[in-house]
């Protein structure tokens, strides 16, 4: 596997410097989390690393994989804010050696959660949220809550991110939803 400076170079290369800098802080955010709930920090460090590493491709290269690996039509309805995720995992195993599928599915996962979703995804889709570049109005009662219990912050995360896409009259992407209804009462 490549090693974390390999990887960070490989990201630098990747992605423009703003969103260089906020990997970098999910992956501190991520490894935080991971401590505070008795995860494999190394695993949080990558994931966190590696999320956003297909942010910048084109249209094109997703859909050439979406056909090659005959992934589900659905996602040619929808763009790179699902993609990057669902479909740029694939390019992080291909491209970045990595081989972990715990890793990977945080990876597929970070954009709209899932219905089952490990310890180590829970931390790369609330270190994506919760992050100390992200300013939107809520984001220190998001921290909160995510520090008390991991759980809850998904539930929180969930509700608010299916608010704002149903008030932007965005498409609602099917695992956003299957996410919500599974997380919105706790209990995980
Ligand atoms: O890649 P980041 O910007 O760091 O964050 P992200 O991967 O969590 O992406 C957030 C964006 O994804 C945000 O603009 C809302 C969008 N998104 C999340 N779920 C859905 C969605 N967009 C659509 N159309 N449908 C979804 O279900
Ligand atoms: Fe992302
Ligand atoms: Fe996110
Ligand atoms: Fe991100």
Known sequence: PLSREELIEKLNNALTQSRFEHVLRVEQMAIELAKKNDVDVEKA???????????????????????????????????????????????????????????????????TGAKYMSKLEQIVYMADYIEMGR????????????????????????????????????????KTIDTYNEWVNGSN
């Open 45 to 111: 460090s990558v994931a966190g690393l590696c999320h956003d590493y297909a942010k910048q491709r084109p249209d094109d290269d997703f859909i050439k994989l979406i056909k090659k690996y005959r992934l589900d039509d659905l996602l040619l309805q929808y763009g790179n804010a699902i993609w990057h995720g669902e479909v740029g995992y694939l390019m992080v195993q291909n491209e970045l050696g990595v081989t972990d599928i715990d890793i990977l599915n945080s990876i597929k996962h970070h954009t």
């Open 135 to 174: 300013d939107f109005p809520g984001v220190e009662e998001a921290r909160e809550i995510t520090f008390n219990n991991l759980a809850d912050g998904v539930a929180y995360q969930t509700k608010h991110t299916l608010q704002y896409l149903i008030s932007a009259n965005k498409p609602v992407y099917p």
